[in-house]
């Protein structure tokens, strides 16, 4: 009796997720590369990707310190590819590329997640309102092509972190993330 309950309880698990699995929006088969870090090939897979661009780039990137992917992103805009990357915007560190690409013309934003609810300082009289992150990890390339992943776009992620990368060559799905990418850039701001 015991073995016909956990048979119908793991049934039915598997049952419900074959459900919420199948109710998504089906995507077309895609040609995928996969990357893990350190020093996997993720770093090296994306700057081929941005110098590979045509039309336009966008990217939504939690934190950016990476030399060479700022280089590529550089080349790309003087090939007159149109860019827009969207960093998070709670706290922008010295080595950011941020302000660094800002300068050189590229179009560069801050983003935050949603307001957290305002609670009064300890050290302040006044109240601090506190921001989620905006910790997504992903670029949209010719509306075609999309990487994402656990990634960040820093030294750390490519020598020390274990992280990885997904290359997705898919139409449909580079819609699904550029609707994302321009909710995000509604309420970006330039510092």
């Given at each position: 009796?015991?073995?016909?309950?956990?048979?119908?309880?793991?049934f039915?698990?598997?049952?419900l997720?074959?459900s919420?699995?199948?109710?998504?929006?089906?995507?077309?088969?895609?040609?995928?590369?996969?990357?893990?870090s350190?020093q996997?090939?993720a770093?090296?897979a994306?700057?081929?990707?941005?110098?590979?661009?045509r039309?336009?780039?966008?990217?939504?990137l939690?934190?950016?310190?990476?030399?060479?992917?700022?280089?590529?992103?550089?080349?790309?805009?003087?090939?007159?590819?149109?860019?827009q990357?969207?960093?998070?915007?709670?706290?922008?560190?010295?080595?950011?590329?941020g302000?660094y690409?800002?300068?050189?013309?590229?179009?560069?934003?801050y983003?935050?997640?949603?307001?957290?609810?305002?609670?009064?300082?300890?050290?302040?009289k006044y109240?601090?309102?506190?921001?989620?992150l905006?910790?997504?990890k992903?670029m949209?390339?010719?509306?075609?092509?999309?990487?994402?992943?656990?990634?960040?776009?820093?030294?750390s992620?490519?020598k020390?972190?274990?992280?990885?990368?997904?290359?997705?060559?898919?139409?449909?799905?580079?819609?699904?993330?550029?609707?994302?990418?321009?909710?995000?850039?509604?309420?970006?701001?330039?510092?």
């Amino acid at each position: 009796m015991k073995r016909l309950r956990d048979f119908r309880k793991k049934f039915l698990c598997l049952v419900l997720l074959g459900s919420i699995l199948c109710s998504s929006v089906p995507l077309e088969a895609a040609p995928t590369e996969v990357y893990f870090s350190p020093q996997g090939g993720a770093e090296a897979a994306l700057e081929k990707l941005l110098d590979d661009a045509r039309q336009d780039i966008r990217a939504a990137l939690y934190f950016f310190t990476s030399r060479p992917l700022a280089a590529a992103i550089l080349r790309a805009h003087k090939r007159g590819v149109k860019i827009q990357v969207i960093i998070d915007g709670n706290n922008e560190s010295d080595y950011s590329k941020g302000y660094y690409l800002r300068q050189r013309g590229v179009d560069v934003r801050y983003a935050r997640g949603l307001p957290k609810k305002a609670k009064k300082s300890k050290k302040r009289k006044y109240r601090v309102k506190k921001f989620g992150l905006m910790h997504h990890k992903f670029m949209v390339v010719d509306d075609k092509m999309v990487a994402t992943g656990s990634y960040n776009w820093t030294a750390s992620a490519e020598k020390w972190n274990r992280e990885n990368l997904l290359i997705i060559k898919s139409s449909s799905l580079a819609r699904k993330y550029t609707a994302e990418f321009k909710k995000i850039l509604e309420s970006t701001f330039v510092k």
